[in-house]
């Protein structure tokens, strides 16, 4: 499992959707069980909840998204010639984990700048009710609310549902078939209301199908069989 010095400079990417889905699913991995990054990654989805309630759509001047891109590139170190000769594969590997925090933190500050210019989210384009698929007293509701960047941001609002068993927790996914997009991961600590905001990738819209199940942390990442909340979107 990924550790905290290397989740921290990818959240603002995992925000905005910027991550592969290998490195996507071992970030959220991390953050089911890990409250100080979770902690940071609400410090970069208040600029996403801030979009909600900005003005009327208006372009950022283009000049200034430029100087933001140009600041992060002069910021970015130059390779030592041990680093140019180090394993291609082990760099590539690596590389996604190694983006400095400045660069997070400049995809955060080109969002803010739609904030600041006028950007503003869409109301929800569907609300999926949640029933459990065995008889449990849990229920709950999944919004979806399209995202400048495209990406979907899934609002859950559940009720009643326990703590995960030990070593697990819970994820969302959309599915068509036999095909699924994860959507996050998330836990709960005690039974009764628990509001969660994930992000999921634009595709996700033609994905009817929505998924909680509960997963091992030590099992496969592929979804489990234990799906404990299941909904139709309208």
């Given at each position: 499992?990924?550790?905290?010095?290397?989740?921290?400079?990818?959240?603002?990417?995992?925000?905005?959707?910027?991550?592969?889905?290998?490195?996507?699913?071992?970030?959220?991995?991390?953050?089911?069980?890990?409250?100080?990054?979770?902690?940071?990654?609400?410090?970069?989805?208040?600029?996403?909840?801030?979009?909600?309630?900005?003005?009327?759509?208006?372009?950022?001047?283009?000049?200034?998204?430029?100087?933001?891109?140009?600041?992060?590139?002069?910021?970015?170190?130059?390779?030592?010639?041990?680093?140019?000769?180090?394993?291609?594969?082990?760099?590539?590997?690596?590389?996604?984990?190694?983006?400095?925090?400045?660069?997070?933190?400049?995809?955060?500050?080109?969002?803010?700048?739609g904030i600041f210019f006028g950007l503003h989210a869409e109301p929800p384009i569907a609300t999926i009710q949640l029933t459990p698929v065995e008889k449990e007293n849990y229920w709950g509701v999944a919004e979806l609310h399209p995202q400048p960047s495209g990406n979907q941001q899934v609002e859950l609002k559940l009720n009643n549902l326990d703590e995960p068993g030990p070593d697990s927790y819970y994820e969302a996914w959309f599915s068509s078939g036999e095909e699924y997009i994860g959507a996050g991961t998330f836990t709960v600590t005690d039974s009764g209301q628990t509001d969660v905001v994930l992000t999921a990738p634009p595709q996700v819209q033609n994905y009817p199908t929505f998924l909680i199940t509960e997963q091992s942390a030590t099992g496969d990442t592929a979804p489990s069989k234990k799906v404990v909340l299941r909904g139709e979107a309208p």
């Open positions: 499992m990924m550790k905290c010095a290397e989740v921290h400079p990818n959240l603002g990417a995992f925000v905005l959707g910027g991550l592969d889905s290998e490195e996507e699913t071992e970030v959220r991995r991390h953050l089911a069980f890990c409250p100080s990054c979770r902690e940071k990654l609400g410090e970069f989805e208040e600029v996403s909840q801030a979009l909600k309630v900005a003005p009327p759509l208006a372009d950022p001047p283009s000049y200034l998204k430029d100087q933001i891109l140009s600041y992060v590139r002069a910021e970015e170190p130059s390779p030592s010639h041990e680093e140019l000769s180090s394993s291609r594969d082990s760099r590539s590997k690596n590389l996604p984990l190694l983006v400095p925090g400045v660069a997070a933190a400049a995809l955060v500050a080109v969002v803010a700048l």
